[in-house]
């Protein structure tokens, strides 16, 4: 089968999640592009975005019409050329409208399973749950001829445990998107020590079309990017409920505090509790639960996540996109207010946002905003220039960002020597691209 019959019918799982969502889009957008080539005008793709909630897949044709259409608009040229035999489609707006129609009409939502019996290939994406995956994939592989692949956006669950279960020997690897997928230029490929190679060929072909950048990750549980964050985020969990004890102040203040930290001082897009509740609590809870009894050397909890959970605040995105509540109270792409976990209740940032910063003392006047840095030819000389400043402050926020990124290195250094990621190179090719990093973990910044 060539690549491009294999794109012929395709399923992604779980489409109207955040995850699925991206690669439907990404996967509808290419099967489109093949679909348009000269080759195979008249030939059917078909792509069927399968989940369980058919609200989320009404929103979710509503994102794909307002992505599709972005991406339109950047490549008119392109579309003019492949539409040049349709004397009806005359203005820019003609093309593009016609483009959006056609990708529209690639993707069947359906809330039934059985589509996927006639897929090649198949995506899952649907929620962390190991036995959830096992089942899924076991089933439609029993009721599909076609000895279908399998790439499945697992963030944590061992593939080769996945590929055992559902009996799927060669015909699976890891393909793990960022979130949001049409943004992070990563994608993790994990494969067993069965998965076929033309498999893992057709893989690296999808993805190189898609303009991914691939890096291989060994099949352990939370992989490199989630190896990495998972730790990142549980050390800013400590920070802050030792930065309340040690100050007595309430943990709210302080989980504001080493937000602020993880973002302005060490030049992030978004501050850990931010990307925590950007992931969703209920998320980083459940990969921590899959990857915990894999790692024998540390505890992967925090009983500051389980207590989040227990009082139903959880984070993520609703189907529009817009940020649910979690740590942080969000209004307008802002954040007002963090929750207090002793109150219940979200205690505003006005009350008590000066005092803070205060105690952290000021940003020194070389300080870099992530946006600014990341596409600047000087970012390494910028980035230098804050840090060193950073080592030679006194203050509460600068100590705090150092012993940070110090922490962060360890962690990258760490998945090199437990053999998760083969050199520190992949490890910080995945904390740029995955989470649009300014720099990579393993640095001599902080040193
Ligand atoms: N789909 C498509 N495009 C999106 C999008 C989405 N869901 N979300 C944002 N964008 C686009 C915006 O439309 C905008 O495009 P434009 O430049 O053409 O206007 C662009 O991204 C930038 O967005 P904004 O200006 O609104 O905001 P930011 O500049 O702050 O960027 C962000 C938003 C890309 C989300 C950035 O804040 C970021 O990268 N944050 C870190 C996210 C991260 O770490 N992700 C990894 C999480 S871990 C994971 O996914 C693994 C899993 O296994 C748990």
Redesign the pocket.
Known sequence: MTYEERLQNVSVLGAAGK?GS?ILLLTAIEMTDLSLKPGNKGKTFVLNAIDVSAEGLAGLMKYLRG?VR?VAEKKTVWLRKMYADRDDLVENYDIIDEYVFDVLNVVRPVTTMAAAYQSNLIFEAVSENRALKVKLLGDIDKNNGNNPWFFTNT??VPIKLIEKEAGLEGRVLGF?????P???RLVELIITGKTLAEVEDFARNYAKNLKKIIVPSNDFAGFI??GH?MRDALHGMKEATALAEEKNIPLYKAIYMVNKVTQDYLVR??GIFQ?ID??GID?VQF?LNVMNPFVEDEELSHDLLDKMMLQGVKGGQKSS?AQKDGFLKYKG?RFTAIWDVHKQEYIDLDSFKDECDEMLGELPSSVVAW?SVIRNKKKDDLLAAFFNDLKTSADLGAAMAIKYGLKSKAIGEKLVSDKVAKETDHVNTVMLT???HAYGPVNNFFD
């Open positions: 995850m991206g992505q972005k963030s944590s793990h998107f960022y979130n949001p049409a943004v992070q990017g989630n964050f897009p978004m990307l950007y992931v998320v990969i996109g792409g946006k995955g989470f649009f």
